[in-house]
């Protein structure tokens, strides 16, 4: 890939280029860690406030209106840089009105274009009229028919990491912080929901929010559709279509007693409410950490409340992640492993300390799994990612060796004193960005420095800089797996699938029962299995992943039909990947995976498609 930022950035003159963090509170910071993955100079001209004036258009599928920007200018000599990407810029205007000159430059296929703009000497704001195209890789348009009640169209916007830019034009870059506000205006009898501040609907019917702390990019993000609310407590509650919205409430019932235990382990829940939106089945994650308004999937909806740490999960990032945030992709690890070993510790409060070793020994099981078939460049948490999209470097490797380095920090120098680390480490870069050499450098000070023995006996450099996985991952026993692992020895004993008991098994228990009895089944005995539990028709999406993948190893064609439904109807990128790369394993499953994503494609998310069209080399030519 090109790096057409970095030609744009030495046209247009220096950049600050440190590792620094330096804060002033009242300004903001006055340097910016290097970001590979935006074209703005945010210590020359920075974007500090967007007011957006949009309207959603579902027949012509665009949004568009106008984004007012507010600057600081420490270099009054110098034009904005915005990051812009499918965007069609139909204006750029002065607050008076009067025209500003603005070039958009060529477009890098995954940056998207620099869109710089000639400022006036006392401009302090500037009004970027525009519309969003086909291109506009954030937003997700679903026909009604993909929607759980069919009746009504649905948008929503998924902006992590560098999607933002394609459907506003600002400085898309996780180290420039900002405040919005916005005004939208939906057709009639849809509902709009926005990361921020509900202030009620104008006399027009334009939806209004605020958002006055200031956040990175990434986490603007909305969603407009049939929706209806139900609260939890006071400050949380569930958004949904109306057919969901009972059942997802139950679902997650237990989330005030989340935010509860998570205040009491790391500080104040900043953000005023903390409501779910339970999105149709194509939303591309399980889950995205908007603020005020986690995004959900509904394949979390298992019934038993078995998948809910992916509430604990977003819930945490309100702390690490949305509080204290990654500078750039490179700390992306300071993000999602902060927030599972965050995960980690409300579960263990909510649900007791063996949901909490069940859920971290099969996170263990896939972190493995996952490491043995990768480059060993995306072992490293600290990783470089010069030259390569931000999502190049996702895996499981920032998120669970992210937080079992975390967890060998607390067994080394004890829960108390780092339960104590991390709630000053909050509140010390609260509303910041920050970089791994500033982590780094603190938990010097804090623990490292004061106790020379342990810091050499964890070796920083080794889980932060190198590949591979340290052996001090504190899997401890868990009983209610050790139960599954005694019944996938009875049956690999016996081969007798009506011996197994699985009496009241919860989701993670069938996972490690499949996973573990997976090569020695083959296409008669997943008959048996399925005679006896039901499992392709199981409504339970981490079970049916598994026993999908499953069936397609075996060639078990009981689930044919099944295989296909799931791939259509869901879009969670964890979900379809590892099916469709085991069916690109054989030439036939190979066919037929062309066959399906032919068929599905036009129904998921861009980003999903980005990741299902490299691994099966979309555009498919005749006979290829
Ligand atoms: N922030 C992530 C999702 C994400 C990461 C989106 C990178 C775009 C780029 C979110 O918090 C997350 O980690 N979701 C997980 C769920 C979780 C329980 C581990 C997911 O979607 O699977
Ligand atoms: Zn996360």
Same mark, same amino acid.
């Given at each position: 890939?090109?790096? +057409?930022?970095?030609?744009?950035?030495?046209?247009?003159?220096?950049?600050?280029?440190?590792?620094?963090?330096?804060?002033?509170?009242?300004?903001?910071?006055?340097?910016?860690?290097?970001?590979? @993955?935006?074209?703005?100079?945010?210590?020359?001209?920075? &974007?500090?406030?967007?007011?957006?004036? #949009?309207?959603?258009?579902?027949?012509?599928?665009?949004?568009?209106?106008?984004?007012?920007?507010?600057?600081?200018?420490?270099?009054?000599?110098?034009?904005?840089?915005?990051?812009?990407?499918?965007?069609?810029? =139909?204006?750029?205007?002065?607050?008076?009105?009067?025209?500003?000159?603005?070039?958009?430059?060529?477009?890098?296929?995954?940056?998207?274009?620099?869109?710089?703009?000639?400022?006036?000497?006392?401009?302090?704001?500037?009004? &970027?009229?525009?519309?969003?195209?086909?291109?506009?890789?954030?937003?997700?348009?679903?026909?009604?028919?993909?929607?759980?009640?069919?009746?009504?169209?649905? #948008?929503?916007?998924?902006?992590?990491?560098?999607?933002?830019?394609?459907?506003?034009?600002?400085?898309?870059?996780?180290?420039?912080?900002?405040?919005?506000?916005?005004?939208?205006?939906?057709?009639?009898?849809?509902?709009?929901?926005?990361?921020?501040?509900?202030?009620?609907?104008?006399?027009?019917?334009?939806?209004?929010?605020?958002?006055?702390?200031?956040?990175?990019?990434?986490? &603007?993000?909305? $969603?407009?559709?049939?929706?209806?609310?139900? !609260?939890?407590?006071?400050?949380?509650?569930?958004?949904?279509?109306?057919?969901?919205?009972?059942?997802?409430?139950?679902?997650? =019932?237990?989330?005030?007693?989340?935010?509860?235990?998570?205040?009491?382990?790391?500080?104040?829940?900043?953000?005023?409410?903390?409501?779910?939106?339970?999105?149709?089945?194509?939303?591309?994650?399980?889950?995205?950490?908007?603020?005020?308004?986690?995004?959900?999937?509904?394949?979390? #909806?298992?019934?038993?409340?078995? +998948?809910?740490?992916?509430?604990?999960?977003?819930?945490?990032?309100?702390?690490?992640?949305? /509080?204290?945030?990654?500078?750039?992709?490179?700390?992306?690890?300071?993000?999602?492993?902060?927030? &599972?070993?965050?995960?980690?510790?409300?579960?263990?409060?909510?649900?007791?300390?063996?949901?909490?070793?069940? =859920?971290?020994?099969?996170?263990?099981?896939?972190?493995?799994?996952?490491?043995?078939?990768?480059?060993?460049?995306?072992?490293?948490?600290?990783?470089?990612?010069?030259?390569? @999209?931000?999502?190049?470097?996702?895996?499981?490797?920032?998120?669970?060796?992210?937080?079992?380095? +975390?967890?060998?920090?607390?067994?080394?120098?004890?829960?108390?004193?780092?339960?104590?680390?991390?709630?000053?480490?909050?509140?010390? @870069? $609260?509303?910041?960005?920050?970089?791994?050499?500033?982590?780094?450098?603190?938990?010097?000070?804090?623990?490292?420095?004061?106790? $020379?023995?342990?810091?050499?006996?964890?070796?920083?450099?080794?889980?932060?800089?190198?590949?591979?996985?340290?052996?001090?991952?504190?899997?401890?026993?868990?009983?209610?797996?050790?139960?599954?692992?005694?019944?996938?020895?009875?049956?690999?004993?016996?081969?007798?699938?009506?011996?197994?008991?699985?009496?009241?098994?919860?989701?993670?228990?069938?996972? @490690?029962?499949?996973?573990?009895?997976?090569?020695?089944?083959?296409?008669?005995?997943?008959?048996?299995?399925?005679?006896?539990?039901?499992?392709?028709?199981?409504?339970?999406?981490?079970? $049916?992943?598994?026993?999908?993948?499953?069936?397609?190893?075996?060639?078990?064609?009981?689930?044919?039909?099944? /295989?296909?439904?799931?791939?259509?109807?869901?879009?969670?990128?964890?979900?379809?990947?590892?099916?469709?790369? =085991?069916?690109?394993?054989?030439?036939?499953? +190979?066919?037929?995976?062309?066959?399906?994503?032919?068929?599905?494609?036009?129904?998921?998310?861009?980003?999903?498609?980005?990741?299902?069209?490299?691994?099966?080399?979309? !555009?498919?030519?005749?006979?290829?």
């Amino acid at each position: 890939m090109k790096l +057409l930022a970095v030609v744009t950035l030495a046209l247009l003159g220096a950049c600050v280029s440190t590792s620094r963090d330096h804060a002033d509170r009242r300004n903001g910071p006055t340097t910016f860690a290097m970001d590979l @993955h935006s074209h703005a100079q945010p210590a020359r001209a920075r &974007v500090t406030h967007v007011a957006l004036d #949009l309207a959603i258009d579902m027949d012509s599928k665009t949004i568009a209106g106008s984004a007012t920007l507010s600057l600081a200018r420490p270099d009054r000599a110098a034009p904005l840089v915005l990051d812009v990407q499918g965007l069609a810029i =139909e204006r750029v205007t002065g607050k008076d009105g009067s025209k500003r000159e603005f070039i958009v430059g060529a477009p890098d296929k995954s940056l998207g274009s620099a869109l710089t703009i000639l400022l006036a000497p006392a401009d302090d704001g500037i009004v &970027v009229a525009y519309r969003t195209t086909d291109r506009s890789d954030a937003l997700q348009w679903l026909a009604a028919e993909q929607t759980a009640d069919k009746k009504q169209p649905f #948008l929503f916007t998924q902006g992590q990491a560098i999607f933002t830019r394609t459907w506003i034009p600002l400085q898309d870059s996780p180290g420039v912080r900002i405040t919005y506000e916005a005004r939208v205006k939906a057709p009639k009898g849809l509902t709009v929901v926005m990361s921020a501040e509900q202030l009620g609907q104008d006399a027009d019917g334009a939806f209004r929010f605020r958002m006055t702390k200031p956040i990175p990019s990434y986490l &603007v993000a909305l $969603a407009c559709g049939d929706l209806a609310f139900r !609260p939890i407590s006071e400050r949380c509650g569930i958004w949904a279509e109306p057919s969901v919205v009972d059942g997802a409430r139950k679902e997650f =019932e237990d989330t005030e007693s989340m935010v509860q235990a998570a205040e009491k382990l790391f500080g104040p829940y900043r953000w005023g409410r903390y409501d779910l939106i339970v999105l149709p089945p194509s939303f591309p994650f399980g889950g995205m950490e908007n603020p005020c308004l986690t995004f959900a999937t509904p394949t979390v #909806l298992a019934g038993d409340k078995s +998948l809910v740490s992916l509430v604990a999960h977003e819930l945490a990032h309100s702390w690490s992640g949305n /509080l204290v945030t990654n500078a750039t992709w490179r700390d992306f690890w300071l993000n999602e492993g902060f927030t &599972v070993y965050f995960e980690q510790r409300i579960m263990e409060a909510v649900y007791g300390a063996e949901r909490a070793r069940m =859920e971290w020994r099969l996170a263990i099981d896939d972190l493995k799994r996952e490491m043995s078939e990768q480059e060993p460049w995306l072992h490293v948490l600290h990783i470089d990612l010069a030259g390569k @999209h931000p999502d190049d470097g996702f895996s499981g490797v920032p998120y669970t060796k992210g937080a079992a380095f +975390l967890k060998r920090v607390e067994a080394l120098f004890g829960r108390e004193r780092f339960d104590r680390v991390l709630t000053k480490w909050f509140d010390a @870069h $609260a509303f910041q960005s920050v970089t791994t050499e500033t982590f780094l450098a603190f938990l010097d000070a804090e623990l490292l420095s004061k106790d $020379a023995r342990l810091a050499k006996q964890l070796d920083v450099q080794r889980w932060i800089e190198q590949p591979g996985l340290p052996e001090e991952l504190n899997v401890l026993p868990s009983s209610s797996l050790e139960r599954v692992d005694r019944e996938i020895e009875r049956w690999k004993a016996t081969k007798d699938a009506g011996a197994i008991d699985a009496q009241g098994f919860v989701t993670q228990q069938w996972q @490690h029962l499949l996973e573990g009895a997976a090569d020695t089944l083959d296409a008669r005995a997943m008959g048996l299995f399925d005679a006896r539990f039901g499992l392709t028709d199981t409504k339970n999406c981490e079970i $049916a992943c598994v026993w999908l993948r499953l069936a397609v190893q075996h060639r078990y064609a009981g689930a044919d039909a099944r /295989l296909e439904q799931f791939l259509t109807d869901i879009g969670r990128r964890k979900f379809l990947e590892p099916l469709y790369k =085991e069916l690109k394993k054989t030439p036939e499953g +190979l066919e037929r995976a062309k066959a399906i994503y032919t068929r599905a494609r036009s129904r998921y998310h861009a980003l999903t498609r980005d990741t299902v069209d490299e691994l099966l080399g979309w !555009p498919f030519t005749k006979g290829g």
